[in-house]
């Protein structure tokens, strides 16, 4: 079956933009999460949704946003962009983010902020 | 918040073991991962540890002891495309989200 799909797979930006990624997971996963990773702090984690509703959350500031649609589907929002922003954004689905254990990942979408 | 250690890079040789360590401080634990990130692809799913002990996989083994705080990665008969990072992670409290350690580079070479 197919995997994680998470678009754009690269994208520009400049300071003060504001940019949406999307993540599909795996079909019949209603657990999303999302990831930042950057070479200095590795990944950190932004927020995971289930049902279309927040479940947990990350220490970020309010400019980074999420929502999850009843497909599952989810998109993250940063918005007022900074050069720190600048990063790998992962999305991961599990079955339903309980003690399965197992994150299927997406190769991530690589945001740099100019 | 939860404080996980490891070491920053490792290098092995071909055919031979190497162990990972992994340490931890943390509360209401809710399992131990590791997770395997070649460069430039995501990472995926090695090993889930929830009770002390060892858990055998093919050539990899993790180890989990909770009174610890500490688990190793253990693999065997290395493989020069087993170069990765290797990413140590923990759930803790009443989500079952893991937390990340900052990952360990392995480089194997002949």
């Known amino acids: 079956k197919a995997g994680v799909t998470q678009t754009p797979r690269y994208l520009i930006k400049t300071r003060g933009q504001q940019v949406t990624l999307s993540c599909s997971p795996i079909?019949?996963?209603?657990?999303v999460s999302w990831y930042q990773q950057t070479p200095g702090q590795g990944l950190q984690f932004l927020f995971e949704?289930?049902?279309?509703?927040?479940?947990n959350k990350g220490n970020f500031p309010g400019r980074f946003s999420g929502r999850q649609f009843s497909n599952s589907r989810s998109e993250m929002n940063v918005s007022t962009l900074e050069l720190g922003d600048s990063a790998l954004y992962l999305c991961?689905?599990?079955?339903?983010?309980?003690?399965?254990?197992?994150?299927?990942f997406g190769e991530g979408s690589r945001l740099t902020v100019l | 918040g939860q404080n996980i250690d490891q070491p920053t890079e490792m290098t092995a040789t071909e055919g031979a073991i190497v162990q990972i360590n992994c340490t931890y401080q943390?509360?209401?634990?809710?399992?131990l991962f590791w997770y395997q990130q070649h460069a430039g692809e995501a990472p995926t799913f090695l090993s889930y540890?929830?009770?002390?002990g060892l858990e055998e996989k093919g050539r990899f083994s993790s180890f989990l002891s909770r009174s610890k705080g500490y688990s190793y990665l253990l693999l065997k008969e290395l493989q020069m495309k087993d170069s990765a990072s290797y990413l140590c992670?923990?759930?803790?409290?009443?989500?079952?989200?893991?937390?990340f350690g900052r990952g360990t580079s392995l480089i194997v070479h002949p």
């Open positions: 540890n929830v009770l002390d």
């Open positions: 991961a689905s599990s079955l339903s983010g309980t003690n399965t254990g197992e994150l299927f």
């Open positions: 949704y289930f049902s279309e509703t927040q479940r």
């Open positions: 943390t509360s209401g634990f809710n399992g």
């Open positions: 992670a923990v759930a803790t409290g009443g989500s079952y989200i893991p937390t």
């Open positions: 079909s019949g996963h209603r657990s």
